[in-house]
């Protein structure tokens, strides 16, 4: 069974830095790019930033990009997101994704299916 579990949300303050963290297991984690996302009350769910599992290439929304860096330990099946420069905007609860491929023939015929963690919270007061 897929499984991700966030941890490391909290309050901080403006300017502040928290750490992040999505535990995976039930799939081959060296395999899968993993994302992460928020959600902010009333608003859609935004992509924040996303590792590979090819070369390790790092990619990140424009609202993020130059405070957050994501990171991936293969050994540890986890991905980290390390957040910095924190603003009130950043408020959210954050998820993790994975989409996994499932074969579900003899043939080989695949689906790709999506795969949410619980999510943390983060508050930034100002």
């Known amino acids: 069974e897929v499984q991700l579990v966030e941890s490391g949300g909290g309050l901080v303050q403006a300017g502040g830095s928290l750490r992040l963290s999505c535990a995976a297991s039930?799939?081959?984690?060296?395999?899968?790019?993993i994302g992460w996302f928020r959600q902010a009350p009333g608003k859609e769910r935004e992509g924040v930033s996303c590792?590979?599992?090819?070369?390790?290439?790092?990619y990140y929304g424009d609202s993020v990009k130059g405070r957050f860096t994501i990171s991936r330990d293969n050994a540890r099946k986890t991905v980290y997101l390390q957040m910095t420069s924190l603003k009130p905007g950043d408020t959210a609860v954050y998820f993790c994704n994975v989409e996994v491929v499932v074969v579900i023939n003899v043939e080989g015929a695949s689906i790709r299916r999506d795969y949410w963690g619980q999510g943390t919270q983060v508050t930034v007061s100002s």
């Open positions: 590792i590979s599992s090819s070369d390790g290439s790092t």
């Open positions: 039930g799939f081959t984690f060296d395999d899968y790019t």
